[in-house]
């Protein structure tokens, strides 16, 4: 038996342990009021600072509202809002059984991810199946967000692990090769199956293929 070739693998939140399905995504879309494309790039694109945690929910909003050239009533913000959290809850079942049968074959497992606080208050009320994570690193709780250097090396320092024994999986590119720059071995994530496959072909052989 051979050792392992990650001492660690991470995964991000959004898209990868959660999983909204696109007719969901394409009504949040809509319920904004702002077609897919740009929607979900301007989504993004807005969520620097709601991610630090340096605003909250409705500012964040507004700043969404401005890049869109749009407005959004106060009521119109809360139901977005409502309906957004609920999206980001619905997690990926395939995801979390593939970090359990990670930590039962002895590899540890971690989140690193960009989330606000609004977020991560309902996520901490409503799922306990996180917390076999061992490591969990939220952006809203630092001040500081993927792929800024740093983030990643507060995950590493937690997990006492040097870069090239971290496997991380994200389902944005950026945030990708940024982890990759630090010398982890991260790819783009697509799906569970993907993201197993990869899994099992890198650790030894006393582990399933």
């Given at each position: ?5 990650w ?16 007719s ?55 139901r ?19 970090a ?110």
């Amino acid at each position: 038996m051979g050792q392992n070739r990650w001492d660690a693998v991470v995964f991000d939140y959004g898209r990868v342990l959660s999983s909204p399905p696109l007719s969901e995504l394409q009504e949040f879309a809509a319920l904004v009021g702002v077609s897919e494309p740009p929607f979900f790039e301007l989504y993004s694109n807005t969520r620097d600072e709601y991610d630090c945690g340096r605003i909250d929910c409705r500012q964040h909003w507004q700043c969404f509202a401005e890049a869109a050239g749009i407005s959004l009533t106060t009521d119109q913000v809360q139901r977005i809002v409502e309906f957004e959290n609920r999206m980001w809850l619905r997690v990926n079942p395939k995801s979390l059984e593939l970090a359990h049968d990670i930590r039962t074959h002895g590899v540890r497992t971690a989140i690193l991810s960009n989330m606000p606080h609004d977020l991560l208050c309902q996520l901490r009320q409503l799922f306990d199946r996180l917390s076999g994570f061992e490591v969990q690193i939220w952006s809203c709780e630092h001040g500081i967000i993927k792929p800024d250097p740093a983030i990643y090396r507060l995950c590493l320092k937690q997990l006492n692990c040097e870069p090239q024994r971290v496997l991380f999986f994200d389902d944005r590119p950026r945030n990708v090769e940024a982890a990759q720059k630090l010398g982890m071995e991260a790819y783009v994530f697509e799906s569970a199956e993907q993201a197993a496959a990869i899994v099992w072909a890198g650790l030894n052989g006393s582990l399933k293929a």
